[in-house]
């Protein structure tokens, strides 16, 4: 069964912390996804990335960055963690053919900044 | 740009009562659209899609219609269960692009 996994469900960090999320698929999909999700704004995109070592900006990728050595790994890194940062973080991989297959999407990591 | 309109939640039923979540688009081109479906705790899962105009999408009971001339793809079940307590996301993928778009989600609550 497909999978992606996130590292952590929970973290708590303080203002200006540097924060790593970590996903990993072990579908072999090409494209991958972080997008976060608030309440009565659904989920927007921050950034995803076609493949290993390319990277797009999505609709909000202010204060954030990502990281993808491997084809299997995408990490989201908020270099200096504010509070309106707060939020429910998900990961999602989908194969290159293209959004008509699902996206399979991690269990999320809820981020609190304090 | 593209958009998903989801109806303001949350949506309360009783069991056994009938279902309708609204969902309007705005794009160009003919879009793929989806229903996801996050149940507590977890991340979102393809509940339903269709690819192209008059496409009906189907699932555990649930489906959706793609109306291209009302620009909706309203999510429908007969007779819901408990079970369907869940925060429910419509979403479009542009023709020929890698993303989706997501509307704001509908949290639903069915009461036994």
């Known amino acids: 069964d497909v999978k992606v996994t996130q590292s952590s469900r929970y973290l708590v960090k303080r203002t200006g912390e540097k924060v790593f999320l970590e996903c990993v698929q072990d579908?072999?999909?090409?494209?991958m996804f972080w997008y976060r999700q608030d309440p009565g704004l659904g989920l927007r995109l921050i950034y995803f990335?076609?493949?290993?070592?390319?990277?797009e900006k999505g609709d909000i990728p202010e204060g954030y960055s990502v990281s993808r050595e491997k084809k299997e790994r995408f990490s989201l890194i908020l270099e200096s963690a504010s509070t309106n940062q707060t939020s429910m973080y998900l990961c999602?991989?989908?194969?290159?053919?293209?959004?008509?297959?699902?996206?399979?999407f991690g269990n999320g990591t809820r981020l609190t900044v304090t | 740009g593209d958009s998903v309109t989801q109806m303001e939640g949350p949506v309360t039923l009783s069991e056994e009562a009938f279902l309708t979540i609204n969902c309007t688009y705005t794009?160009?081109?003919?879009?793929?659209l989806f229903w996801y479906v996050q149940y507590p705790g977890e991340g979102l899962q393809l509940l339903l899609k269709?690819?192209?105009?008059?496409d009906k999408g189907s699932n555990k009971g649930f489906e959706a219609t793609y109306r291209k001339e009302t620009t909706s793809f309203h999510l429908e079940k007969g007779s819901v269960q408990v079970s369907d307590s869940a925060v429910y996301f419509c979403a479009l993928s542009p023709r020929g692009a890698q993303k989706l778009v997501f509307g704001q989600g509908t949290r639903l609550t069915i009461n036994p």
């Open positions: 990335s076609y493949d290993v070592k390319m990277k």
């Open positions: 794009a160009t081109g003919y879009p793929s």
């Open positions: 999602a991989s989908i194969p290159r053919q293209g959004a008509v297959s699902p996206l399979h």
């Open positions: 269709a690819t192209k105009a008059d």
């Open positions: 579908m072999d999909h090409e494209n």
